[in-house]
Every structure is written in structure tokens, then in C-alpha cells.
């Protein structure tokens, strides 16, 4: 059996390797070897040409961590402390999600692309969390992952297993108004929006967390899965 093509959005970045200093299109390997490790065959998608225009081709596909998203999508001015917009990220991630969403694409948004789904479906974002919550817990220093307990509903506890996990955050900003269309999933004790669903879809979820940074990935597992039944 072949495995589902999973399609996995990427960085472009500066970035240096072996004796080149050059922008490169990357991404994290612990996303592809999960993807790997579930049963499903990655496909990196840079933020180039129009990926969008490969949903009909992709069997699952996940919106990938990174930057901030530009708060003129979602009518706000930027604050002082959001960085890393890539408008051209942008551009190519919310056209992709759009197009997953109408072909009912098995989907998983990490970090960045849970931000993507609210605000495509028409939410908001708090752009400075430690200003909302008071305190650095959710990105407690650069390159470092916080740890942070969450709270599952039952749909999500059913894929962990467990009603309570603490994941790996890094994390600057999360959902402010909550899309129509979206189910809350998974808090943290600060009230912060960790996790949601689309509403009646088969299986489109995001997670404000990183589960590529864990050991196990049922996630990932549970997104092969579910584009198994359209491969």
C-alpha cells in the first residue's frame, strides 16, 4: 500500500549549510520524520508559485510553525513586538488553507497554522501573549520550549489518549476571537485557546503547541490515518 502524501508548508529563510550562506526553503526535520514514522510520505511546500493549487493532489496535508502572521489580515495594526512577518508566507499558506478547507483535506495546524485557520475563517489574534496572561510561559526564552499543562476535550483526549498533557509551547501570540466554524479543544490554566476543530469536518485540527518537538506524535498519527481513507 502507498503511503498518503502529506504536504508540510516551510520557512524561507536565510540559513547556512555545509559552505553556503544563502535563503534557503527549510524546515524543522522532526516534521518530516514524524510525518515518516506515522505511515505518510512528506512533501515539502514552499511558499513559492501556488500551492494551492496542489490540494486536490495532496492526501493530507499540515500548515507548519513560524513567523507572525500580518495583522492587517485580520484589521489590526502591528504591535511592537510582532516579527517575522513573510508576506509572501502569507499569501501562499491562507490560499492553501482555503483550498484544504473546500476539498475537506485532512488537516493539522501547528503553532503558526492554527493562527492561519482563525484568522482565514475570520478571526483575531492577541499579538503579545505575556501582555494578556502575564507571564513568559508560552515562550520562556529564544530556542527554548516551555511546558505548559493543557486541557483536552474529549475529541482531542481520545487521540492523546489522556485528558491532560503538558506539550512543548513556543509561542508568542494565540487566538483572541475565536473563528465561526471553530471548536475550542484544548486550554491552558490561563485560559489561553490551545487547540481547536473545524465544525463537522472529518478531521481538520490545529494546536497551538509543537508535537513534532515530542517523542511520540499521535497527531501525526491520527492525520496519516484519516488521509488513508482518501488515498
Known amino acids: ?25 527549510l524546515l524543522p526535520y522532526m ?12 512533501v515539502i511546500l514552499p ?19 513560524g513567523g507572525d502572521i500580518d495583522p492587517a489580515r485580520y ?11 513573510r508576506k509572501f508566507r502569507d499569501d501562499a499558506e491562507f490560499g492553501l488553507m482555503g483550498a484544504a478547507l473546500a476539498a475537506r483535506l485532512p488537516f493539522l495546524g501547528i503553532c503558526r497554522g492554527l493562527q492561519v485557520l482563525n484568522v482565514a475563517l475570520g478571526g483575531t489574534l492577541h499579538q503579545h501573549l505575556p ?3 502575564d507571564h513568559t510561559g508560552h515562550s520562556p526564552a529564544p530556542g527554548v520550549f516551555g511546558r505548559l ?15 491532560e498533557l503538558a506539550p512543548a509551547h513556543y509561542h508568542h501570540q494565540a487566538i483572541d476571537r475565536l473563528a465561526d466554524g471553530l471548536e475550542v ?11 481547536v476543530e473545524v465544525t ?27 488521509a488513508g481513507t482518501r488515498s
Open 75 to 85: 484589521g489590526a495594526a502591528p504591535a511592537e513586538q510582532t516579527g517575522y512577518v
Open 131 to 133: 501582555s494578556v496572561v
Open 149 to 163: 499543562p493543557v486541557r483536552l476535550s474529549p475529541s482531542l483526549a481520545k487521540v492523546y489518549g489522556d485528558e
Open 1 to 25: 500500500m502507498s503511503r498518503p502524501v502529506i504536504g508540510v508548508t516551510c520557512y524561507v529563510e536565510p540559513a547556512r549549510f555545509t559552505v553556503w550562506d544563502m535563503p534557503a526553503a
Open 31 to 42: 516534521y518530516v520524520d514524524h510525518v515518516v514514522r506515522a505511515g505518510g510520505q512528506p
Open 185 to 195: 479543544t484544548a486550554r491552558s490554566d490561563d485560559g489561553t485557546i490551545e487547540a
Open 200 to 226: 463537522g469536518a472529518a478531521f481538520a485540527l490545529a494546536v497551538q503547541w509543537h508535537p513534532e518537538a515530542d517523542e511520540d506524535g499521535p497527531l501525526f498519527h491520527a492525520l496519516v490515518e484519516a
Open 47 to 65: 511558499p513559492a508559485g501556488e500551492p494551492a493549487a496542489l490540494a486536490g493532489r495532496l492526501d493530507g496535508l499540515i500548515i507548519a510553525g
